[in-house]
């Protein structure tokens, strides 16, 4: 069937769609039906033109005062109209790289217009006009607010259902999370996640350009690799492969591929063939973990690593140097890195280089190891000005007192926030509210600390420490040598902060503060992330493969596990963890002691490294690398505070994916065939 400018013959199937009506009570619509005016562009074939259609001339973002007076040609969605009188009417019009304002003036002459005005919402249309400069009242600077285009004829391409879900275009009613994942190719209309994606797109172009020129290869490694024991839960992959590569494997058992947590063997590997010295892959990597709002099952890395990273420096030599463990050539690609996409993104000039802290320092004064150092209240250990029996009485058990003192003329900014926290699911803190009545006696009353001072000895605790009334003090028994991500006044830090930010009283500094946390203790029993495949033993706090400080090897050697510092590295921007790397161990004698002696690893487990430990015994130089979480860096540079909304087909919080409906159930023949017999409880 031919169309003519869009005019055709309505066939009977078009009529009945066109004719429908939604319920009384959707509120999503309010279009009258189709006038015969309307339902004359449709094409006879179904609800959509299939057939020539008028060529588009330009996009619905570029059109700009300089095009004023030709002829172009729109393709898009219609957005609802504005009615101004009986004979004129706007429209926006949307594609993907902007909005355009359509001037329809009706009349005798322009009869054929009328229609337009009775198509659904959101429908495809083609329009072709005269590009008009808009009166000087009228006009915007953003965008294409400076010009309009008057309609002389439209073809409707494909009308939008009368009671979709949802209307992308309506920024005033945002539904619920489900019905958005539900319907995610409606979701990404909204020109705020499709903003996200093209930026996306963007930051991932500089991440390309700027490795590319600093010499480094894009090599992609497997996604169908061996379960091992690196320490997150992973996705398996049954397979229909009949027999293991594994000698010890004898059994006619199901055989299972991994999807990889990260490429982190695969890169060493390649590092260790000589092949590439400088390796980078924006890869897709697997967790099977619970949802939260900065994790998704599936997620993206900036993957790098590099041949011959240095391997600390010389304390003798360099004693002020912050950057104390080796990978240094690593912390230089990534402030590059960083800094280009700041710059082409955010034109924003960062610092050359970073600021760096210790593990240990990060924890004693911000009580995190991603800590926000905008955030300005940090925690002391005020242990050291306790009187001598007091403190005694806390170096005897290895344990500190810290504090978090707030001062009116100081931190009005978290007053009324700190007075209304709630800390009742934190039994280790206690908040002390000074006044004349307690002034010397504030310590000795408080009940979790339990300690007896003298009224001079308050007296002189509180000119050390500066207290005087109207101040209030939080307080925190804990061990000397910390562990985990965070103390219990870290954790009320972070609390008060936000709380205060949701009040109004505190706004973070919009300049973003980048830092490197080094030095962090190379093996842990307080992570209850790994505590599944640990059992009670060592973990490595990275990876397994992360090298020791070269100053603590010996303590290593002799059993002095707590004392261990690992050349690991994470980079911390405004509080989030978007990166963590390290140096690797390539002495095959030190790896293996590391499993066997330190991990504890059954022969079973450590089977799964035997390619990698053959690999350096075959002269793999020494290397370093790190990941980079795209992702969450691209959730800050949107300014949105779930990765969800950076991600095009992401899974909700629970990991479903509520558009594909995945994980879904497999036919119990189809598992069959891959040797798996499904359970029945």
């Not at 890395?301 to 003798?316: K, P, R, T």
């Not at 007896?452 to 939080?474: C, F, M, P, Q």
């Not at 690893?601 to 130089?621: I, T, W």
């Not at 949107?638 to 950076?646: G, M």
Request: proline share 6%; charged share 25%; glycine share 6%.
């Amino acid at each position: 069937m031919r169309s003519l400018r869009g005019l055709s013959i309505l066939s009977p199937f078009s009529k009945q769609l066109l004719d429908f009506r939604p319920s009384s009570k959707s509120h999503y619509f309010r279009t009258a039906p189709l006038s015969s005016n309307a339902k004359r562009h449709v094409h006879t074939r179904g609800e959509a033109c299939s057939a020539p259609y008028p060529k588009r001339t330009h996009t619905c973002g570029e059109l700009t005062p300089a095009h004023a007076g030709i002829h172009v040609t729109l393709t898009g969605w219609l957005l609802p109209e504005r009615k101004v009188s009986k004979t004129m009417s706007f429209f926006p019009i949307k594609d993907s790289s902007g909005t355009t304002q359509l001037v329809l003036r009706k009349g005798h002459a322009n009869a054929h217009l009328t229609a337009l005005s009775e198509l659904p919402v959101e429908s495809i249309i083609a329009i072709e006009g005269e590009v008009l400069v808009r009166p000087e009242l009228s006009r915007r600077n953003e965008g294409t607010g400076q010009i309009e285009v008057q309609v002389n004829n439209f073809t409707l391409l494909n009308p939008a259902h009368r009671n979709m879900p949802f209307i992308p275009s309506d920024n005033q009613t945002l539904v619920n999370e489900d019905l958005r994942a539900r319907f995610r190719y409606l979701d990404l209309r909204r020109t705020a996640l499709a903003d996200n994606i093209k930026k996306r797109s963007q930051v991932s172009q500089i991440i390309r350009d700027t490795l590319h020129d600093d010499g480094f290869l894009e090599v992609e490694t497997p996604l169908l690799l061996k379960s091992t024991p690196e320490g997150a839960r992973e996705f398996l992959v049954p397979s229909r492969v009949g027999q293991s590569t594994a000698h010890h494997d004898r059994k006619q058992t199901p055989l299972f591929y991994a999807l990889p947590q990260s490429p982190q063997q695969p890169k060493q590997l390649l590092i260790c063939s000589g092949a590439v010295d400088k390796y980078f892959q924006i890869a897709k990597c697997f967790r099977d973990e619970d949802g939260r709002k900065d994790r998704q099952p599936e997620f993206t890395q900036i993957d790098l690593e590099m041949a011959f990273v240095s391997w600390g420096v010389d304390s003798n030599i360099f004693s002020s140097n912050t950057w104390r463990i080796g990978g240094h050539e690593v912390r230089t690609v990534i402030e590059k890195l960083v800094r280009r996409i700041w710059q082409k993104v955010e034109e924003i000039t960062l610092p050359s280089s970073f600021r760096v802290i210790t593990y240990n320092e990060a924890m004693a004064r911000y009580g995190s190891d991603k800590p926000d150092t905008r955030i300005d209240l940090e925690i002391q250990d005020i242990t050291p000005s306790l009187p001598i029996h007091a403190r005694a009485s806390f170096e005897d058990l290895g344990d500190i007192l810290e504090a978090i003192i707030l001062r009116p003329s100081e931190n009005s900014s978290f007053l009324r926030a700190s007075q209304e926290c709630d800390y009742e699911n934190e039994p280790n803190i206690s908040r002390s509210v000074i006044a004349d009545s307690n002034l010397l006696n504030w310590l000795c009353d408080n009940r979790s600390i339990n300690l007896r001072l003298s009224s001079e000895e308050h007296a002189l605790l509180n000119k050390t420490l500066g207290v005087s009334s109207g101040d209030t003090i939080w307080l925190s028994r804990r061990r000397k040598i910390p562990e985990g991500g965070s103390t219990a006044l870290g954790r009320l830090r972070t609390r008060i902060s936000e709380l205060a930010h949701a009040r109004g009283d505190y706004v973070p500094p919009t300049i973003p503060h980048f830092l490197w946390v080094t030095e962090f203790p190379l093996f842990t029993r307080a992570d209850p992330d790994k505590e599944f495949l640990a059992r009670g033993r060592w973990s490595s706090t990275h990876h397994p493969f992360t090298a020791p400080m070269w100053q603590d090897i010996e303590a290593m050697y002799a059993g002095r596990i707590h004392q261990v510092r690992g050349q690991h590295y994470d980079l911390v921007l405004n509080g989030v963890e978007i990166g963590g790397g390290s140096v690797r161990v390539h002495d095959a004698a030190m790896q293996e002691y590391i499993f066997s002696q330190v991990l504890q690893l059954s022969d079973a487990e450590k089977s799964s490294f035997d390619h990698l430990l053959h690999a350096l015994k075959c002269g793999a130089p020494p290397h370093g690398g790190i990941a980079l979480g795209f992702d969450r860096l691209m959730a800050i540079l949107c300014r949105t505070s779930t990765i969800r909304d950076v991600i095009a087909f992401p899974k909700t919080g629970a990991g479903t994916d509520l558009l594909f409906r995945s994980p879904a159930a497999i036919n119990e023949d189809v598992l069959y065939q891959y040797g798996v017999r499904p359970t029945r409880c």
